[in-house]
């Protein structure tokens, strides 16, 4: 399984995705892979990486990307972050819809419980898809 994660920037919620996603097919030991993309790619926020070390989860090569980076042809699966997310992928790949709040628009004195929040919310996502477990 080789899953994308899409987003509008790839700055927070597609890399704290395809980091978790990492981890958990690592931890139980699934055959996949995982990438992130922007539509508009810019940087990947440094919180980002705090609260994926929070957690065990890889950082390296963790860099926002635009979506020809992404080895289409080997995507089985895709998971739009954001709404109005718009491509051309074979008909035949699956996507699904995350739509989540944007960690990086939240006031500053309440930013990294956003991203722990999203991290959060995205770790029960995927372990429920890749594991079967809540």
Do not use: Q
Request: proline share 9%; hydrophobic share 45%.
């Amino acid at each position: 399984m080789t899953l994308l994660f899409l987003d509008d920037d790839d700055a927070a919620r597609a890399p704290l995705a395809a980091g978790l996603a990492r981890m958990l097919a690592e931890l139980f030991d699934i055959d996949a892979s995982a990438y992130s993309a922007g539509m508009r790619p810019s940087h990947v926020r440094a919180e980002v990486r705090k609260v994926l070390r929070e957690v065990g989860a890889p950082i390296d090569g963790i860099h926002a990307k635009p979506l020809m980076a992404v080895p289409l042809d080997e995507v089985t699966l895709v998971v739009r972050l954001a709404p109005g997310l718009s491509f051309r992928l074979p008909a035949d790949v699956p996507c699904l819809d995350w739509h989540l709040p944007d960690p990086c628009c939240a006031p500053p004195a309440e930013r990294d419980d956003a991203y722990r929040a999203t991290r959060d919310e995205l770790l029960r996502r995927l372990r429920l898809h890749l594991c079967g477990a809540g």
